[in-house]
């Protein structure tokens, strides 16, 4: 007897469930302002994209080819599962004559990424930023690993 009152709770419950999801879905045939969901891809150029939304991991250049990376690695010691690799140098600054560290290559691995955001909020300079850039789908590994700095990219002048 015990278990025929359980079945019988569990079918009224599914019948319940289901008269709410018809009732939601019954709402929005009538009000169709409301519908969030977006069709992707064909929106693709007219597509809203959250403020919040993290897509990659993007070094900033302006347009002299300049950016803010002092190749510090607080970045990299930050990202809690090594997505990030700042493989460094040391130049010769023409204007003291002194030793000066720079970046050599900045590598990213998209595919280890988890978008947390540390690595971003870690950055004194704020030479890195999250891109609203979502798609990334490849048959291949290699094109997740990116070098950020442009070649022939260089420190921004006042960063320090």
């Not at 064909?42 to 190749?71: A, Q, S, Y």
């Not at 891109?131 to 260089?154: A, M, Q, V």
């Amino acid at each position: 007897m015990r278990y025929l009152a359980m079945y019988i709770g569990t079918i009224l419950r599914a019948i319940n469930s289901l008269r709410k999801g018809m009732k939601l879905t019954g709402y929005y045939f009538s009000h169709h302002k409301e519908i969030v969901t977006q069709q992707y891809p064909e929106n693709r150029k007219e597509m809203f994209i959250g403020d919040r939304f993290r897509g990659e991991v993007v070094l900033t250049h302006d347009e002299n080819n300049e950016h803010k990376c002092t190749g510090c690695s607080a970045c990299e010691i930050a990202c809690p599962n090594g997505t990030i690799r700042i493989i460094s140098k040391f130049e010769i600054d023409p204007e003291t004559q002194k030793k000066k560290k720079a970046i050599d290559e900045f590598v990213y691995h998209l595919g280890m990424c988890t978008f947390c955001n540390l690595c971003i909020l870690s950055c004194p300079t704020d030479a890195i930023v999250m891109s609203k850039d979502f798609e990334h789908s490849t048959y291949d590994r290699k094109p997740l690993t990116k070098i950020l700095n442009k070649p022939g990219s260089k420190l921004m002048k006042g960063v320090e």
